[in-house]
């Protein structure tokens, strides 16, 4: 999507660097309280960090172990408000912590799960419990009594995509593959200079967010020719997919011997997620893999804990992310505060500039809340607070995603409940929009496979910002896992002509 030159005519209120969940939920809030806003990504929605992550909305039990009380009582409360907003791609999950006492003793766990139980509100989600592992366990024999709480998990890059669609919807202006090259002050304004393929470009708008993740701190020294107020540390973190490694619909938390912890997570019915790391990151953040000592690690920890053993041929699929953390100066990567910080950046009482520094996906909303309470003094006519209590795009008009199914499966004869179940936890009541008033599956256009249809990828195209194959199969979807090269290929060449068609036209 371009944005037509005479844009420049307009003066947006806020323009946002960053497709991230940062920048959308900044983006989101912002246009809902009746502010004019731009958003530029330079590569895809959630392309990086925000696809990276664990996939849980958690208080993060660990990090009381770091006392980070605020964040983790910000964080705990928020999973029963994301809950509300979006239960179509926010699930509740257990967690069983299988009890290793020369790394935890029973005591230090209890205290930590009382304080998880009561830190926030907690209405829908169950509070904790001591569990005994009977014969059946998939754990090892050894391990006979472990702890089980409550979390989420997320679709994270479709949390983003929401965002991001909401803020559309309430008037912001979205643009992706389009990379902010340079930005100054002038005028009271701030001007953007931007680049999308071969075009360029100029915005301009009262106040600037920098919501780059992992590039926050060259935004500001090398796009914006400014200092820095914080350094940021680059932790790398990965993920291995593997066959799902046991059955029961339950996350394990493995304690691991450095006193790090690694979740195991039910991942799309068929897999299992395993992860994370934690280890410094110097490189560019565009170029971050998983390492053989990453995939070492994660496959130690595992078969410390699981009777069944995994080797490097089972993994089906791994990915790798950046947490830009704000550098607080620990020795140990993991122990780096995940909390997030905002610095404001003013020059002779205008043109704010609001940077991000850190932050959660679980945390998002609060934090484009704050961001917003920041910028508050230069719109004077901003309205209210409203994210707490308004669904994301796709959580209306629905009781349950079972009835949604039916629903589904009702309207479009030929449609297995895997598909219809796919497309309810995807797309919740925005279903409609791909399905329209179809009746059967051969309307729904040319088969890409696995249940991919011409309706769906003109869905994405034409609402959700997708462009490659990889955008509807990673992110969008994550029917990746299941494409074959000749697959993929095929998506793309439709993909490719119908650019050429837009292009033309
Ligand atoms: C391994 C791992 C596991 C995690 N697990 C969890 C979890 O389970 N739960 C949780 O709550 N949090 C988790 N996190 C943290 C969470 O993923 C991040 O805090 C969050 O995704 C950061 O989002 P962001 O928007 O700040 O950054 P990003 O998602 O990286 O977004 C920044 C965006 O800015 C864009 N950008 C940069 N420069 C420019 C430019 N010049 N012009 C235009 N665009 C630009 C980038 O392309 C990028 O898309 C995890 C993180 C990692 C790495």
Not at 430 to 439: D, T, Y
Request: charged share 25%.
């Amino acid at each position: 999507m371009t944005v037509q030159l005479n844009d420049y005519s307009k003066i947006y209120d806020i323009a946002v660097i960053g497709g991230g969940i940062n920048g959308a939920g900044i983006a989101n809030d912002a246009a809902g309280r009746g502010l004019s806003v731009f958003l530029c990504e330079k590569d895809d929605l959630a392309s990086h960090t925000s696809s990276a992550s664990s996939k849980l909305i958690h208080g993060g039990l660990r990090y009381l172990e770091h006392k980070e009380f605020r964040l983790v009582r910000e964080a705990l409360a928020e999973r029963e408000v994301l809950l509300a907003k979006a239960p179509h791609i926010i699930k509740p999950m257990r967690f069983i912590m299988p009890h290793r006492p020369h790394l935890r003793p029973a005591w230090l766990i209890r205290a930590g799960l009382f304080f998880y139980d009561h830190l926030g509100k907690r209405e829908k989600l169950l509070g904790s419990n001591l569990i005994y592992f009977k014969e059946d366990s998939p754990l090892k024999p050894a391990i006979t009594r472990g702890f089980e709480y409550s979390d989420c998990t997320v679709d994270d890059a479709r949390l983003v995509v929401l965002n991001a669609l909401q803020a559309k919807e309430k008037g912001a202006k979205v643009v992706t593959r389009t990379r902010c090259v340079k930005a100054y002050r002038q005028q009271e304004l701030w001007h953007l200079e931007l680049q999308s393929g071969a075009e360029s470009y100029q915005i301009r708008a009262k106040a600037l967010v920098n919501a780059a993740g992992p590039w926050v701190e060259e935004i500001i020294s090398e796009n914006l020719q400014l200092k820095s107020p914080y350094q940021i540390r680059l932790i790398q973190g990965s993920h291995i997919v593997v066959p799902k490694l046991y059955d029961c619909h339950k996350a394990f938390i493995m304690q691991n011997e450095d006193r790090r912890i690694v979740f195991a997570i039910p991942y799309l019915e068929q897999y299992t997620l395993i992860g994370t790391t934690d280890q410094e990151y110097l490189d560019d953040p565009q170029k971050v893999e998983i390492t053989d000592v990453e995939i070492d690690y994660l496959l130690t920890v595992t078969n410390s804990h699981f009777k069944k053993q995994l080797t490097r041929t089972d993994i089906i699929s791994q990915f790798s992310g950046v947490r830009a953390l704000c550098d607080d100066e620990s020795d140990n990567p993991s122990a780096v505060t995940r909390d997030y910080t905002l610095a404001l950046q003013v020059e002779d009482k205008t043109t704010p500039l609001l940077s991000v520094f850190g932050g959660k996906i679980t945390t998002y909303r609060k934090l484009a809340e704050s961001a917003l309470e920041q910028l508050g003094p230069f719109f004077t006519d901003m309205g209210e607070e409203w994210t707490a209590n308004e669904v994301l795009p796709g959580a209306e008009n629905w009781t349950t995603l079972e009835d949604l199914v039916i629903k589904i499966q009702n309207q479009v004869a030929g449609v297995t409940e895997q598909l219809a179940t796919r497309w309810a936890n995807a797309y919740g009541s925005r279903v409609w929009g791909i399905l329209h008033e179809r009746k059967a599956l051969e309307q729904l256009g040319q088969h890409f496979g696995h249940g991919l249809f011409e309706s769906e990828v003109q869905y994405l195209c034409e609402n959700e910002w997708a462009n490659t194959a990889e955008d509807i199969l990673w992110r969008r979807t994550k029917l990746g896992l299941a494409f074959d090269e000749k697959q993929v290929k095929n998506l793309e060449s439709y993909l490719t002509g119908r650019r050429q068609k837009d292009d033309a036209a």
